[in-house]
């Protein structure tokens, strides 16, 4: 079947090994189910699987993609969950220790087909589109559990999110909004602050620069780049959300003097349940707030959305169409 896939890895030069060819049809072990795949969507963790950070070497040649959406075998519309639990894990699946996504250890998205197990298939409404559905399963639903449960943010809160441009922060933007939280947003770049405002955003700012109020929640995908500022901008009892680094994981400063003495709290999130993303979905049904889609290619031309993403040059996600 047709399929986009990393066939080796290169830390300077991850396009290098980004195939887009020919792979067997997925296997499917008992319990699990295959979803013909009508969108996906590419996320930071497809660049860096090419790069060869989180994919081991064993794993190659492994087809990219963590979100999909498409039909089911009885031609049901539904949105594809990433992550993986092991076997006869319950409870929370991202604190399954053993838990993948979709691309680490059983093939990915970019593809005519994808093998999930059973429950890992939630029904998409019909006022979504299988491109904006395709959006939700990685971004998105790790953008809601940042906010609404590791971040507790409550309607009336004031929440920074620092980044304008990349998925996570483009859906940050967007559910704080409509989740009736004051949105402050950074970025580096004007265009993009502007784009912050159009999106939902009550006030830009640019990187680093100090805020006229402290916030009670920090939303931070950046790290180091951006982590000292989130410590100094919160309120005391405030809490810092980490999700990711795209800046790079080694701090300059922890401020840690901060950290206790303003009784701050800084809490892990890792994207999400299957529960959060159907209630993910359902918010969208009922609110009619949408993905913000920077582009879309068929899929044939993934290429081009990798570098696109490589290069920085995205707002929103960049979904791929079959
Ligand atoms: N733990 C999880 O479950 C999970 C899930 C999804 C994503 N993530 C991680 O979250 C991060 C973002 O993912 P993404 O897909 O949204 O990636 P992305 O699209 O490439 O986003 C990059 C973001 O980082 C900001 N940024 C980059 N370098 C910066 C710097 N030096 N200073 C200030 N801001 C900088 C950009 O903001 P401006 O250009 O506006 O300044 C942009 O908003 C990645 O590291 C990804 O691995 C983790």
Redesign the pocket.
């Known amino acids: 079947m047709f399929a986009v896939y990393a066939d080796s890895f290169s830390a300077d030069d991850p396009l290098a090994g980004l195939v887009v060819g020919d792979r067997p049809d997925p296997e499917v072990p008992d319990g699990w189910t295959t979803v013909t795949v009508r969108a996906a969507s590419l996320?930071?963790?497809d660049l860096?699987s090419l790069r060869g950070v989180g994919l081991r070497e064993e794993a190659l040649p492994m087809i990219l993609g963590c979100d999909a959406a498409g039909l089911d075998e009885d031609g049901n519309e539904v949105v594809v969950h990433a992550v993986i639990s092991s076997p006869g894990w319950s409870g929370d699946e991202t604190l399954d220790p053993k838990r993948s996504l979709l691309s680490e250890r059983y093939q990915g998205t970019f593809a005519e087909r994808v093998a999930v197990p059973r429950r890992n298939v939630v029904p998409k409404p019909a006022s979504l589109s299988f491109e904006e559905a395709a959006c939700l399963p990685?971004?998105w639903l790790?953008a809601y559990r940042m906010l609404f449960v590791q971040g507790g943010m409550r309607p009336g809160d004031t929440v920074l999110v620092?980044?304008?441009?990349?998925?996570?922060?483009t859906a940050l933007i967007t559910l704080a909004r409509a989740g009736g939280l004051k949105v402050l947003v950074t970025?580096?770049?004007e265009v993009?602050r502007k784009r912050a405002l159009e999106l939902g955003a009550h006030e830009v700012f640019e990187?680093g620069e100090r805020l006229p109020v402290k916030v009670d929640g920090v939303m931070e995908?950046?790290g180091r780049?951006?982590w000292s500022h989130s410590i100094k901008s919160l309120r005391p009892g405030g809490t810092l959300v980490v999700?990711?680094?795209?800046?790079g994981a080694d701090l300059d400063n922890a401020e840690l003097t901060r950290v206790f003495f303003l009784q701050l709290r800084v809490v892990g999130?890792?994207?999400g349940t299957r529960g959060e993303l159907a209630s993910l979905v359902e918010m969208l049904d009922a609110t009619g707030t949408r993905p913000l889609v920077d582009r879309t290619l068929p899929m044939d031309q993934a290429r081009d959305g990798f570098a696109a993403?490589a290069e920085?040059d995205?707002f929103g996600k960049v979904v791929f169409t079959r």
């Open positions: 996320n930071h963790h860096w990685t971004a790790t620092q980044g304008a441009g990349g998925g996570v922060s970025s580096r770049d993009k990187s995908t950046v780049a951006t999700t990711g680094t795209t800046s999130s890792t994207m993403m920085g995205v």
